[in-house]
């Protein structure tokens, strides 16, 4: 773990470049492509049409249709080709448009990319990214707006990650792609549209290696992806409280940086757990319990959790908003904590 | 025909019935546990059908995968040890009567979702094409696969992209214990592929013949980079579903009137003689030889120990993670 690890296997240059998440993770897919002519991409609507949120507008005439390739909408059968190809040493990344969709694909993804290389031993790999836009809070509707990652950790064989920067998106997105493994890689849909700086040139980001957003001793906050960012404003907000919040961003959920988790957790002994999904069974439920077997000692707190609650996504944007956790949220959870 | 390829067919389908026949035995003794799924009466589509592919060529199918396994060419032994869930199985083990797999042969599976490896055969063939080979993909089900939506999803993709995949229906009349004309809405399931502008050729299941026939030209079109074309073999299975199978659908008289007009091995042993091609003598002397094949997997298997507790946790990821299977210390 490190405050500003974009370094991984990658050299991270010195100077750095304003780029929309969006374009973070299409130049990750360009330099991959452009790295290793395995790697190619399928979806709907990804090509001609450039992809629902643009993140693979260009690529088609860049690379061609061969390996920027719309597909029918067929999602078992997309992801189901997708990890035939990966079999015999394809490199594909499939575009779910929607993370709401998989469902369609979930026995290709449970019974088969999870699988193969457990029943048919190490002559099996699925070297497989799935890509997943993600997340509520653009009044898309029960349908196109879950946050399904939770249902994955239960899989054994796949990696699932998920980002919070724009950097981290186009190192993990690379590091995902070079990975043997069946990744689902969320992209949220409400980070897509965040600007930021990024450094220059090529790099990777580990997969498994927590961020350290900032420090603190009074309390952890743990959380990835778009509440990666709310948990930093919410820090923020406490910092001016004279609470100091440390928060760790996970990155991915496999691998999980429990160690980094535990360090914080040891040195402030109490600890909030944030998600954008559902609570019971969600992601939270999981480091809860890991912090229990593995930091109880250092607990001088109940663990607490931020989450949406047992709901479906409503349509009305106020109800939205009302489900999908915020800074302040957070920063309540985390005073109450500090306080107790 | 070339006489050694009818010898070879014919020890082939033998060497299948036979050890089909001992896996029966085996299960009974209660030595493989869970399903069997035996592929007596199917033989001549395996046979003749693998007949067709070269070496280099792929081949994916449903779970009733021994007979394609053994028509493949895939050691007996190592078959034999993964049904009794061997360390020195084909899967080591871990895949079982249902996961069977060799990719030395590049056969990449049985699969035990029905229908859910028609798109991973497109997806092969979609990397052959696309690693600019000229490899076609075998992918075989049964008629109850063609009524599950990832059928019409490959269908459609291998068409659209004119990929060079077989699309192989076993037709035997059943889809577990349920008749074909009480699950499709249409009897003939080649007229499922007409939707998708495919050609299809049908075939006589039970007769080697006709099976290598029809493959022939599949093949040739798909290796020619016309795309893909959907076969039907109306052929009979004469055992159960499964070992578990108390056959409750269908009349008795109905297996016995099959197994007395259509036995494929039966028809490919008139045809040799008919023909002068071999003398009942050599005949017998493939079927001993085919006995013995079984009887060595059977002791090979019996002999070779379970998989060590260690393999539980091997192969889930490329490199093993530290994190979801730490808790095997505190199992």
Redesign the interface.
């Known amino acids: 773990m490190s405050n500003q690890d974009v370094s991984g296997s990658g050299g991270a240059s010195d100077r750095f470049r304003e780029l929309y998440f969006t374009e973070a993770l299409r130049e990750a897919l360009a330099e991959e492509m452009e790295r290793d002519p395995e790697v190619f991409l399928l979806g709907e609507d990804m090509g001609v049409y450039g992809g629902c949120f643009g993140v693979t507008r260009g690529l088609l005439e860049q690379f061609g249709p061969e390996r920027v390739r719309d597909t029918p909408i067929s999602e078992a059968g997309v992801v189901g080709l997708a990890v035939g190809a990966a079999i015999l040493g394809a490199r594909p990344v499939v575009e779910v448009m929607f993370m709401d969709f998989i469902t369609l694909a979930m026995d290709q993804i449970a019974n088969h990319a999870a699988k193969f290389r457990y029943m048919y031993g190490e002559q099996a790999r699925v070297p497989l990214v799935i890509r997943c836009p993600a997340g509520a809070g653009r009044a898309y509707g029960a349908t196109h707006s879950q946050t399904l990652e939770a249902w994955f950790l239960h899989v054994p064989g796949l990696k699932v990650v998920a980002p919070a920067t724009a950097a981290d998106a186009k190192g993990l997105l690379k590091s995902a792609i070079r990975d043997d493994n069946p990744v689902i890689f969320l992209e949220n849909k409400v980070l897509y549209q965040s600007r930021e700086w990024i450094p220059d040139g090529e790099f990777t980001i580990p997969l498994g290696r927590a961020r350290r957003v900032c420090e603190g001793g009074d309390v952890t906050i743990v959380a990835y992806s778009r509440m990666a960012r709310e948990a930093e404003k919410a820090a923020s907000i406490l910092a001016e409280e004279g609470i100091g919040a440390e928060v760790i961003d996970l990155r991915s959920l496999v691998p999980l940086d429990i160690d980094a988790v535990v360090a914080s957790v040891t040195k402030t002994g109490r600890v909030v757990l944030v998600e954008e999904g559902t609570r019971t069974g969600g992601v939270c439920a999981e480091l809860g319990m890991r912090l229990f077997e593995e930091a109880w000692d250092s607990l001088d707190a109940p663990i607490q959790r931020v989450t949406a609650p047992d709901i479906p996504i409503p349509f009305a944007p106020e109800l939205e908003a009302a489900v999908i956790p915020t800074a302040a949220d957070i920063a309540a959870a985390a005073r109450a904590l500090a306080e107790s | 025909m070339d006489k050694t390829l009818l010898l070879k067919w014919f020890y082939q389908m033998k060497l299948i019935r036979t050890f089909e026949e001992k896996s029966a035995e085996l299960y009974a003794y209660g030595k493989i546990g869970g399903f069997l799924h035996l592929y007596i009466g199917e033989e001549a589509v395996a046979t003749g059908a693998l007949a067709t592919l070269r070496e280099d060529d ?1 081949l994916l199918t449903h779970y009733r995968d021994h007979g394609w396994a053994l028509a493949r060419g895939t050691d007996p032994k190592p078959l034999m040890a993964e049904l009794l869930g061997r360390v020195t199985g084909v ?2 083990g ?2 079982g009567s249902m ?1 069977l ?1 060799d ?2 042969r590049n056969f ?2 049985g ?1 035990a ?1 029905v229908g ?13 094409r ?2 600019g080979t000229d490899r076609v993909v075998l992918s075989v089900f049964g008629d109850g696969a063609t009524n599950i ?2 059928f019409h ?2 269908l ?2 291998a068409a ?1 992209w004119e990929l060079p995949v077989i699309f192989l229906c076993e037709n035997n009349l059943y889809g577990m214990g349920t008749q074909v004309k009480r699950a499709s809405a249409v009897p003939e399931m080649a007229q499922k592929a007409c939707a998708y502008g495919m050609p299809t050729e049908q075939c006589n299941g039970m007769d080697v013949f006709s099976v290598y026939g029809a493959m022939q030209k599949a093949v040739q079109r798909a290796r020619a980079g016309e795309g893909p074309t959907f076969v039907e073999a109306k052929t009979y299975r004469f055992r159960g579903h499964s070992m578990a199978d108390p056959e409750l659908y269908r009349q008795h008289d109905e297996v016995e009137a099959f197994r007395e007009c259509c036995d494929p091995i039966e028809s490919l042993r008139d045809h040799i003689l008919r023909e002068k091609l071999a003398t009942p003598e050599e005949l017998e002397q493939l079927e001993r030889q085919a006995a013995a094949a079984t009887e060595e997997a059977a002791q090979f298997a019996e002999q070779s120990p379970p998989p060590p507790l260690e393999a539980l946790y091997e ?5 093993p ?6 808790g095997k210390e ?1 199992r």
């Open positions: 792929h899967s080591k871990k895949g996961h797999c990719p030395e990449w599976g699969y979702i859910g490896h028609l798109p991973l055969a497109v997806g092969i063939a979609f990397a052959m696309y690693q939506g990832e999803e490959a459609n993709m659209l192969d889930i990821y490329a490199q993670l530290d994190g979801p299977t730490a505190r």
